[in-house]
């Protein structure tokens, strides 16, 4: 594997983001929601506590239809307009086009949360943050829409049409985000063993994002999602190789 | 030399190529002949390794394109289908993009589109995005980037599909320019472009090889290979009166012009200019034909539909 070809393939995709207005309209959509949902929904100011709790703690709910918005054009636009043709009959292996693609995608929603800075800027004006924590709180924001995105990818590369690329996205991250909670949890508590309910419980984003948002950068929360993005990136090149003619 | 030994691919219950054998020498340019849904396109898609073979393998310049599928890749530029190309970019960032893939740097990649903008007269839109371009502009900017790094071996399916005649002789004079010491493999089922084009053709229907021979060669296997057609007043009379000679085997009027067709036996121009002169007969257009390539065609392919 080259790291050159998988930055050829980041660049180029980078930039056809900011070819077209998606980047700035995604831009623009998550910094008014993330603020909104934080001052509104998390009474960053009524709290009178000076940390990104009320901020953070939404990240998984935008991400939920935001990422998958920004994961669904990667195979399904390639495939539709043919182009996937091109891209994988130059030199350059599907792992580095899989690779090189999540890459982009994921460094341009990594933009779109730096880009949040106003709103670090905001408690240390007003008060004093424990700033490692913020910190913390936003690599596990990054890292949870590593985890989103990656499921985009894959499940992007399963069809040509990107609507069914975006809902497919929105349902398996949806039962992702939500596998710790007892509505889920329910389900197969009748008649899975305690263990593999144990399981699921522990693939849920919110569980892991949750504690690396409180400032506890657990090794295991780490490896758990550089374990998710793994897996569906290698779930992608499968896909990628037996659906990629249709 | 590439070489395809019982290439075959199944999609599911068709079998889309069925046990392809070629070996194509430098300096050829191999034209791929056949209907919609031959296997063409999917031949050529094993080819440059986009699709995997269900069995067989090829060749190319001794790089297996299964085993060493990036070692054949890199030697081969392609055309595919339609010319699909990245829309939202620019004609420069998009061939930059190809170069970059190829490998090229700095001043290399620069000459190197330069040098490939150059031959496809691609300067006045390199600042264009793709989407906003012709189709003939879209159709070169894919050779522009098939032809890059100078590829030993270039595949293009249907290099001039959907261009105007102009743009139609430009792609074909650049194939023609690009073809000594180059391997060049073209689908078409345009039957001029064969002609015009190919030194070699092979007609593929049902994922089968049913012709492989020169352009001349296939002309040989038509009805009309060396007829004589005529276009004068008394048609009838000069029918019967030709239908007698005996280097005529069969003689047909259709809209308004005699066709004689050969027996095998003498020679028919000669013998027919012969009568000519004997009967003072007005004739204001006498032709030697060649052979017809879509009667060609239309035989090999539906004898196998049959």
């Not at chain 2, 000459?111 to 691609?122: C, G, H, M, Q, Y």
Request: with cysteine.
């Amino acid at each position: 594997m080259s790291a050159a070809n998988i930055l050829v393939v980041m660049r180029r995709e980078l930039a056809s983001y900011f070819a077209t207005p998606v980047a700035y309209v995604f831009i623009v959509i998550f910094l008014v929601m993330s603020a909104a949902f934080a001052f509104h929904l998390g009474g960053f100011y009524e709290r009178e506590i000076a940390d990104l709790q009320p901020f953070f703690r939404f990240h998984p709910w935008i991400y939920l239809f935001l990422v998958p918005a920004v994961g669904m054009r990667l195979w399904a636009e390639e495939r539709k307009y043919g182009t996937i043709e091109l891209l994988l009959t130059l030199p350059i292996t599907a792992a580095e086009a899989v690779i090189g693609k999540f890459v982009a995608a994921w460094l341009f929603v990594g933009l779109a949360l730096a880009l949040t800075f106003p709103m670090w800027i905001t408690v240390n004006v007003l008060g004093n943050p424990d700033n490692g924590v913020i910190v913390a709180g936003y690599i596990g924001s990054w890292l949870m829409a590593g985890g989103f995105l990656a499921i985009s990818a894959c499940l992007s590369a399963t069809t040509r049409n990107q609507v069914v690329a975006f809902i497919l996205s929105v349902v398996v991250c949806f039962g992702f985000l939500l596998s710790g909670l007892p509505i889920v949890l329910d389900l197969f508590r009748g008649w899975l063993p305690q263990a593999l309910v144990d399981g699921i419980a522990n693939l849920s984003f919110l569980m892991h994002f949750d504690s690396i948002s409180r400032g506890v950068i657990d090794l295991r929360n780490i490896i758990y999602f550089t374990l998710v993005i793994g897996f569906w990136l290698l779930a992608n090149r499968i896909v990628l190789e037996i659906r990629k003619a249709d | 030399m590439l070489k395809a030994r019982e290439l075959t691919r199944r999609f599911g219950p068709l079998l889309a190529v069925d046990r392809l054998s070629f070996e194509v020498e430098p300096g050829t340019v191999l034209g791929f002949l056949g209907p919609n849904g031959a296997g063409k396109s999917t031949t050529m898609k094993m080819l440059t390794g986009f699709l995997a073979p269900t069995s067989g393998t090829a060749e190319i310049l001794g790089h297996d394109i299964c085993r060493d599928s990036l070692a054949a890749r890199r030697v081969m530029g392609y055309l595919p289908e339609g010319a699909p190309l990245y829309g939202e970019l620019t004609v420069a960032q998009f061939l930059a993009f190809t170069a970059e893939a190829r490998g090229f740097r700095g001043e290399e990649r620069a000459r190197r589109v330069n040098r490939a903008v150059e031959r496809l007269e691609l300067g006045s839109v390199m600042g264009q995005t793709i989407e906003t371009l012709s189709k003939g502009f879209k159709r070169r900017v894919g050779l522009a980037q098939a032809i890059l790094h100078d590829p030993p071996v270039l595949i293009l399916d249907e290099p001039t599909d959907g261009l105007d005649p102009n743009q139609k002789h430009q792609v074909r004079s650049l194939i023609r320019e690009m073809s000594p010491e180059r391997i060049i493999v073209i689908s078409t089922h345009i039957l001029e472009e064969v002609d015009a084009l190919c030194t070699r053709a092979m007609i593929i229907a049902n994922g089968r090889l049913l012709a492989d021979d020169t352009p001349r060669g296939l002309l040989g296997h038509s009805r009309y290979h060396n007829a004589v057609s005529l276009e004068l007043n008394e048609l009838d009379r000069a029918a019967s009166r030709l239908g007698e000679l005996p280097e005529a085997r069969e003689v047909e009027i259709r809209r308004g012009r005699l066709t004689v067709f050969p027996s095998g036996q003498g020679d028919l121009f000669r013998a027919v200019g012969k009568v000519i002169d004997e009967e003072g007969w007005k004739v204001s257009h006498v032709q030697l034909e060649s052979g017809r390539l879509d009667e060609v065609f239309r035989t090999i392919t539906r004898k196998e539909a049959a």
